[in-house]
């Protein structure tokens, strides 16, 4: 599989940059798969799952262990250990949601085989003409 960035196209091939500065030619007859962009998006609930978990499994150790030692520094009781479990979870899922808001990614699917042709001819005015039929 390559993948790349499409460049330009005639009646045998298809030219991409591959890693942003190599061009290969790719036979039309070998590309099997089309994938289109569903644009960029922040990572804000991802981002909030792992600080939930990261967070509320910190409370929760922490509580059991302050629990466990009797006389420390917080006699912790099974209500305080699971509020304290609640609030460093949430503060976590806080945290990971902000975080994961200044992280951007680009969302790609495949489009189904059925779905898409692609067609080359020579253009009546010169070169080439591509077109592209998608039934979504």
Known sequence: MT?????ESGPENL???VDGTAEAL????????????????????KGALIGLAGGAAFGLGTGILAASQGDSFWDA???????????????GAGL?????????????ENVPSDQWQIQVAPDP?????????LRL
């Open 3 to 7: 993948i790349g960035v499409y460049h």
């Open 15 to 17: 030219s991409m940059h």
């Open 26 to 45: 790719i036979p039309w007859n070998d590309v099997s798969v089309l994938q289109r962009s569903r644009g960029l998006h922040n990572n804000a609930a």
């Open 77 to 91: 009781e099974t209500g305080e250990v699971l509020l304290f479990t609640l609030i460093t979870g949430a503060t």
């Open 96 to 108: 990971g949601a902000l975080i994961g808001l200044a992280i951007k990614s680009e969302k790609w």
């Open 125 to 133: 005015r010169g070169g080439v003409a591509i077109g592209l039929n």
